[in-house]
């Protein structure tokens, strides 16, 4: 048996027709025949989100000769699938008078919708690993990275599919209006001018208004769009609204948070730790800043530590507590690069984390394909 991820497939999937090959889990165990209806597209999702499988040969036999139009050749690593995406976002972004923009930014959302969790440790690697010196496509990363991690807090929070996928797709269109000029900033080191932030404070609404014109009447992502640089302090922008909605708040603190992570060419990237406690304190506690915070750890997966070991190593996987994630040990004690990444448990006291490192001083470079199972 051939097992593939289930969101490989994920666009024949259809809610009320039958499904034409079996749902299984990592084991291969039939979990849902073929023929069964999922009677709605949040029970797809679920099935989505629980990470399932399908068998790939049941998948090519039920496409009846049509093997290329349903399945990849190969079954492709998530790394890729993730980087196809990014590219694929960064031409959708800039026609968003296009016939077609909608329909495809809403096939976009479904597919980070449809991001298995076991993939959820990868996801934090790859945003925090990303190569932030690509300028000219930071508008386009920023929006994948908090449309990922937006993903992943709404089902932490268990909010219902439909208002997680209109989450989703604010985060990816948030700064539909000003994605050039996001990404001329993160490589400009002049202060902003005068003419510059009139269009920041203005793209709010700016976004928002391209999204109706493009047909979009989902009103809670248009207003998420709209009030997403809003306080309750009522020192936002672009309205000064006092009470913005819980949607554009969280938006707000994963916009926040991920700038936080990612260098640009006037300033460093935040140690991972000092993000989260500055966020913590910026939001004044709230919820759902916490939450966004417990999702990615003290100690996210992508970030270099410290070990009381001495060794320099790479978080991989969150652990059983904030402060104690599973890494993989990059250099020895004596700062000479291994041959190979090694597995610890910083739960065991002779391995606890002692601090964070700056990416700087780590001259041994790491990548998902050589840290996390593939598929």
């Not at 051939?2 to 090959?21: A, M, W």
Request: proline content about 6%.
């Amino acid at each position: 048996m051939n097992l593939i991820s289930l969101d490989q497939v994920f666009k024949i999937l259809k809610p009320g027709v039958p499904l034409p090959f079996g749902i299984r889990d990592a084991e291969g165990r039939l979990l849902l025949g073929k023929g069964l209806v999922v009677p709605d597209q949040e029970k797809l999702l679920d099935l989505l989100n629980r990470g399932m499988f399908v068998d790939a040969d049941e998948v090519k036999r039920s496409a009846g000769g049509r093997e290329s139009e349903v399945i990849p050749v190969r079954v492709e690593k998530f790394s890729t699938r993730w980087q196809a995406l990014l590219g694929k976002l960064g031409i959708l972004l800039k026609k968003p008078g296009d016939p077609e923009f909608l329909k495809q930014l809403r096939e976009t959302v479904l597919q980070v919708a449809a991001f298995p969790e076991n993939q959820n440790d990868q996801i934090i690697f790859l945003i925090l690993r990303h190569d932030y010196s690509q300028y000219d496509r930071y508008a386009e990363a920023h929006s994948l990275h908090v449309a990922a991690l937006s993903n992943l807090v709404a089902r932490r929070l268990a909010w219902p599919d439909s208002r997680r996928l209109s989450l989703i797709g604010a985060a990816l269109s948030m700064n539909l209006s000003m994605l050039q000029l996001q990404s001329k900033l993160a490589g400009q080191r002049a202060p902003v001018s005068v003419v510059q932030r009139k269009d920041i404070n203005a793209h709010p609404l700016a976004s928002a208004t391209l999204l109706r014109s493009a047909g979009l009447r989902d009103e809670e992502w248009l207003t998420a769009v709209e009030q997403h640089h809003e306080t309750p302090s009522g020192s936002g922008y672009p309205r000064q609204a006092k009470e913005p909605g819980d949607m554009s708040q969280l938006l707000r603190f994963i916009d926040s948070f991920t700038a936080k992570h990612s260098a640009r060419a006037g300033r460093a990237q935040q140690p991972a730790h000092q993000a989260a406690k500055d966020l913590y304190a910026q939001s004044g506690g709230n919820p759902l800043a916490a939450a966004l915070i417990r999702e990615c750890g003290i100690y996210p997966p992508g970030c270099f530590v410290k070990l009381a070991s001495g060794e320099t190593a790479v978080v991989t996987r969150r652990g059983a507590t904030a402060k104690e994630p599973l890494v993989a040990v990059i250099t020895n004690p004596q700062g000479e690069p291994l041959s190979r990444p090694v597995q610890r448990d910083t739960s065991v006291p002779s391995r606890a984390i002692i601090g964070t490192t700056d990416d700087k001083s780590v001259k041994v470079q790491v990548s998902a394909d050589q840290l996390y199972d593939q598929g």
